[in-house]
């Protein structure tokens, strides 16, 4: 018997500063617990592990104090190029990458995986979405005042450059498919056409029902470098070890060694579930069943 439904998300992960603006817990758990119980409403109503996934991080792309949609970090020209990916348990994905006008990037990236030959799209074309009916809006709306100040601050080099703040979320349906989504606004001050490990697939985000769904936040660059996503996967499927091991070991090989950290939530077709990480902090939570549980 499947043990699903199941659902986790995350919404960011790093130091305990400024980025992950933690003297506002109770926003933050506001914001998550939204969140998870949109998500988990649509598993109780026995649709798709995809469907759930894509409504969890719908509702993190429209609060703004998370990096993804609105509220998105801000390249070094003061706009927001946002990434995205889906991918289910059967092996097919979607990603986005630099998109600036869909409201929610991540349906754009089921998109693309259910409406093209694609696995992905570069900005897609507002023609393109107006087919697919996304909601699209103006660059400014997805531009909020913290994040301009947030810029601001690392353009003077008075402020790191945050790396920090995606969201995504995993999910096991009542049928025992697994499928993972995972969005992000990139790095504060980023160089135009940055795209990061969120809309790769295999660094950020992967599914498999051989392994598990995975959805990743953290310095980007060094999982991309890693593949970090699919190394966690590639272990469990051909080392047969269990989903805790596989990622301590591929973080310990992967992001270790590059002095690199952040955050994975994994979900296995048979309801095993890890959220970890190797940063100081990481905003995640869980659906089990009507059970909501928070993490900031």
Known sequence: ?????????????????????????????????????????????????LDAVCRAVMALEDNPLFNAGRGASLTEDGT???????????GRAGAVAASRHVR???????????????????????????????????????????????LKEVLAQRENAPRYGTVGAVALDKHGNVACATSTGGMVGQKLGRVGDTALIGAGSFASQDSAAISSTGEGEAFIQGVVAHDIAARIRYSSVDLQNALEATYGRELDQRSATGGTIALTPDGRALIAHNSKAMFAGYWDDGLVQTFV
């Open 1 to 49: 018997m499947p043990a699903g439904p199941l659902l986790l998300i995350h919404g960011g992960a790093g130091p305990r500063s400024s980025e992950l603006m933690l003297d506002a817990f109770e926003n933050y758990q506001d914001g998550l617990t939204q969140a998870l119980e949109a998500g988990g409403a649509v598993l109780q109503e026995g649709q798709s592990a």
């Open 80 to 90: 927001a190029e946002m990434d995205a990916a889906v991918m289910t348990g059967d």
């Open 104 to 150: 929610n990037p991540v349906l754009a990236a089921r998109a693309v995986m259910e409406h093209t030959q694609h696995v992905l799209l570069i900005d897609p074309a507002t023609e393109l979405t107006d087919q697919w009916g996304l909601p699209t809006d103006s660059t400014d709306y997805f531009v909020t005042e913290h994040r301009q100040r947030q």
